[in-house]
């Protein structure tokens, strides 16, 4: 074993899985981000390049168009939104099923019960807490390492064909490693361990462009999000007088600046750059609830603010959940004031 946990045993067992398997399934979390398609897209093009597999990236809902270009053209894609039949087929027609970025199959929602009911043998590789090691054959688990992205690319570097050598991962795979990873540390700005700046170097030393990776990323956004972006940090952010800064984005904001879904990504991390704020949280309308993104400095949880207030989880100092109307609130309108009492209770 070694700083990542990654067990030579079950390295064996994965390698096994993988030599036996034929029709492979790869899947992730809902409304994935740069981290889930990044993993996902890196192994499935590691599995048909390197191992011939005839390997799948099915996924809970369609990527925001902002990641989608993360998923290289040569990674077939089937998304449950909008091909659920082909979906449910694929999965029944599996005999391995990869779980990434993701602690169980609840996280992807619609797809739970096919892919649990599903009697091929099943991985999972996450690196949050409490992983549902029940339908796993074979865990990779550890929250102490960057992102999904990282504890993937230091998995593969011990499979036999690898051997410990970046240069044998496709070019493909080694550039959504490269571009996983960079989207969950925020360019290297959280969750940063020594084995990822490691990974980078490795990794652009075996010919990944980052100077490219980071054009895709952060070069390539519709005046839109700029737009929608500014007006949410000043007309609609809140700071309370405990240090938490909160921003409320409606459906009417979205319409109004025409904004697709992913375009407020990175938003939340913003106002942690005020020296008083301690905790950042946003609130996105999304149908009958808000989807929650939580940011917190050293020292403030974000994952126990989500666990005990939004029906969350996820990392110490970044986590998500939802807030529901009627339910934790009586109506839109109340989330401000609901979020007023989650500042005194996690940050008094």
Excluded at 72 to 90: I, K, S, Y
Excluded at 154 to 181: N, Q, S
Excluded at 272 to 282: Q, T, W
């Amino acid at each position: 074993m070694d700083l990542y946990g990654i067990d030579s045993e079950a390295v064996r067992r994965l390698d096994a899985l993988l030599e036996s398997g034929v029709t492979v399934t790869v899947t992730a979390h809902t409304h994935p981000d740069g981290d889930a398609l990044g993993s996902v897209s890196a192994l499935v093009g590691y599995l048909r390049e390197c191992r011939g597999k005839d390997a799948v990236a099915v996924l809970p809902d369609s990527p925001a168009a902002t990641v989608r270009p993360i998923v290289p053209a040569g990674v077939p894609l089937l998304c449950f939104d909008t091909q659920p039949d082909a979906c449910l087929a694929r999965i029944a027609a599996s005999d391995l099923v990869v779980l990434l970025d993701a602690n169980g199959f609840s996280r992807t929602e619609g797809l739970q019960e096919a892919f649990e009911a599903s009697p091929a043998p099943k991985v999972l590789i996450d690196h949050h807490i409490g992983p549902d090691t029940e339908h796993f054959q074979v865990v990779f688990s550890t929250p102490d390492v960057s992102s999904a992205s990282e504890l993937l690319y230091y998995t593969l570097l011990e499979l036999p064909d690898i051997g410990g050598d970046p240069r044998r991962l496709p070019a493909d795979t080694a550039r959504a490693l490269l571009t996983g990873m960079t989207t969950d540390t925020n360019n290297f700005a959280n969750s940063v361990y020594p084995g990822t700046f490691r990974m980078a170097a490795d990794l652009i030393a075996a010919g990944v462009d980052r100077e490219a990776v980071l054009a895709d990323l952060y070069n390539r956004y519709r005046e839109n999000r700029v737009r929608v972006m500014g007006y949410l940090q000043y007309e609609a952010m809140r700071i309370t007088p405990e240090g938490l800064a909160y921003i409320i984005a409606t459906r009417e904001i979205m319409d109004r600046f025409g904004v697709d879904e992913g375009e407020t990504e990175g938003l939340v991390n913003i106002p942690l750059s005020i020296d008083r704020v301690k905790m950042s949280i946003l609130l996105k309308e999304n149908g009958g609830h808000f989807r929650v993104s939580i940011r917190s400095k050293k020292g403030w949880s974000a994952r126990a603010c989500a666990t005990s207030h939004f029906h969350g989880g996820g990392h110490e100092n970044a986590s998500g959940g939802k807030l529901f109307w009627p339910g934790d609130i009586a109506c839109r309108e109340d989330a401000s004031a609901y979020l007023e009492q989650v500042s005194k209770a996690c940050l008094s």
